[in-house]
T-cell receptor, first 114, second 114 residues
Framework: AQSVTQLGSHVSVSEGALVLLRCNYS??????LFWYVQYPNQGLQLLLKYTTGATLVKGINGFEAEFKKSETSFPLTKPSAHISAAAEYFCAVTYMDSNYQLIWGAGTKLIIKP | DAGITQSPRYKITETGRQVTLMCHQTWSHSYMFWYRQDLGHGLRLIYY???????DKGEVPDGYVVSRSKTENFPLTLESATRSQTSVYFC?????????????FGNGTRLTVT
């Protein structure tokens, strides 16, 4: 069965440090990949997506992610963490013939230490 | 304003009562979804709809009923609420035909069943 694994339910970084959130998927067909962010008491908001083309994707709020086909991974990075980035981050994958069914990772809560 | 709105934001109900959660989107997206979010389970799909009058079960449909008579509305009904249905419910919409556009989420309904 297809799945998405986010490594680390909680990730803690110091303000100004690199943020790296990991996402691995299992698939034998080309995926469409998404990262969403959820702030407290809010719905999920799209950070960035990969469908086709350039493997390095830039999103909002200084985040970017690289589609690594050989590693079946889609890690999310931000060069310098800011306190405003503290939130929960979800990775999701879908496929062309999946009837828009997204497979979700369990989420990673990002904690920023002042 | 364009968007997706859920009502109510908070609801407390008693076991055995019927409760309906509302979802309205203004984009005319063809697809709409209901998810529940629980600690330790991430996002789980309850029901989805590909168009008006077309609905299908997701991962956890038992105890829920949906309808979609109009493209913009997708209400979720708990016919006889149980404590296990205490959760945060998110509605989402998307237009799959547009290069796999991402889902747009409402701000959620926090439901407590006593």
């Amino acid at each position: 069965a297809q799945s998405v694994t986010q490594l680390g339910s909680h990730v803690s970084v110091s303000e100004g440090a690199l943020v790296l959130l990991r996402c691995n998927y299992s698939s034998s067909v080309p995926p469409y990949l998404f990262w969403y962010v959820q702030y407290p008491n809010q719905g999920l908001q799209l950070l960035l997506k990969y469908t086709t083309g350039a493997t390095l994707v830039k999103g909002i709020n200084g985040f970017e992610a690289e589609f690594k086909k050989s590693e079946t991974s889609f890690p999310l990075t931000k060069p310098s963490a800011h306190i405003s980035a503290a939130a929960e981050y979800f990775c999701a994958v879908t496929y062309m013939d999946s009837n828009y069914q997204l497979i979700w990772g369990a989420g990673t809560k990002l904690i920023i230490k002042p | 304003d364009a968007g997706i709105t859920q009502s109510p934001r908070y609801k407390i109900t008693e076991t055995g009562r019927q409760v309906t959660l509302m979802c309205h989107q203004t984009w005319s997206h063809s697809y709409m979804f209901w998810y529940r979010q629980d600690l330790g389970h991430g996002l789980r799909l309850i029901y989805y709809s590909a168009a008006a009058d077309i609905t299908d079960k997701g991962e956890v449909p038992d105890g829920y009923v949906v309808s979609r008579s109009k493209t913009e509305n997708f209400p979720l009904t708990l016919e006889s609420a149980t404590r296990s249905q205490t959760s945060v419910y998110f509605c989402a919409s998307g237009d799959r035909g547009r290069n796999n556009s991402p889902l747009h989420f409402g701000n959620g309904t926090r439901l407590t069943v006593t």
